[in-house]
């Protein structure tokens, strides 16, 4: 079974920064765009960046300019660097596949999630 294992979440103040770290395994991994989520009490799960194979990347309104995508392809690791970070940033992040099967799922297994708290 597919695994992606999230890591690097936190309690930070208003404008801090966090790094976040998600180990995916290598047949997904590869051949995907990966992207990060995040889902807030009460809310959806939204997909908040993406990056492709090639290293194309692709924001939210509400995060562009303030966090950056990246990936290791040799380690199978994509992180999220996230500054300037406010109160309502405040979720669990997840990632997982940012393409999407037949049913519209990504193509991994939900993880556990990292939760990132923001204190005004």
């Known amino acids: 079974q597919v695994q992606l294992v999230e890591s690097g979440g936190g309690l930070v103040q208003t404008g801090g920064s966090l790094r976040l770290s998600c180990a995916a395994s290598?047949?997904?991994?590869?051949?995907?765009?990966m992207g990060w989520y995040r889902q807030a009490p009460g809310k959806p799960r939204e997909l908040v960046a993406a990056i492709t194979s090639g290293g194309s990347t692709n924001y939210a309104d509400s995060v562009k300019g303030r966090f950056t995508i990246s990936r290791d392809n040799a380690k199978n690791t994509v992180y999220l660097q996230m500054n300037s970070l406010k109160p309502e940033d405040t979720a669990v992040y997840y990632c997982?596949?940012?393409?999407?099967?037949?049913?519209?799922?990504?193509?991994?297994?939900w993880g556990q999630g990292t939760q990132v708290t923001v204190s005004s």
């Open positions: 290598g047949s997904i991994f590869r051949l995907n765009t």
């Open positions: 997982n596949t940012a393409s999407f099967n037949l049913l519209g799922n990504p193509f991994g297994s």
